[in-house]
């Protein structure tokens, strides 16, 4: 089992930044991928971002050259970088890991308990 403890989401005006943090603990050996997803009212989970092992990304298309995914080996955390942020990027935003458990064959897959990001315009 992983546990996913997130953090720094908050309130912030339109053009501001956040940083949002994701640690990961448990009996991990490896961690394939690490990733953040959003939902906002009445939408649909969405990708934002996702860094895998070997440090290739992806963004959702609606963040691109305004979010950075970036990640710490050491320390299985995983970070958000959000700049240039808009009213739009409003949402309830969860940490997402797939890891490889020293108690299982298969990778699983975790979701942080989410933490909310509002933009004021």
């Known amino acids: 089992q992983v546990q996913l403890v997130e953090s720094g989401g908050g309130l912030v005006q339109a053009g501001g930044s956040l940083r949002l943090s994701c640690a990961a603990s448990?009996?991990?050996?490896?961690?394939?991928?690490m990733g953040w997803y959003r939902q906002a009212p009445g939408k649909q989970r969405e990708l934002v971002a996702v860094i895998r092992s070997g440090g290739s990304t992806n963004y959702g298309d609606s963040v691109k050259g305004r979010f950075t995914i970036s990640r710490d080996n050491a320390k299985n955390t995983v970070y958000l970088q959000m700049n240039g942020l808009k009213p739009e990027d409003t949402a309830v935003y969860y940490c997402?890991?797939?890891?490889?458990?020293?108690?299982?064959?298969?990778?699983?897959?975790?979701w942080g308990q989410g933490t909310q990001v509002t933009v004021s315009s």
């Open positions: 997402n890991v797939e890891a490889l458990l020293s108690t299982a064959l298969l990778p699983v897959t975790s």
């Open positions: 448990g009996m991990i050996s490896s961690i394939n991928a």
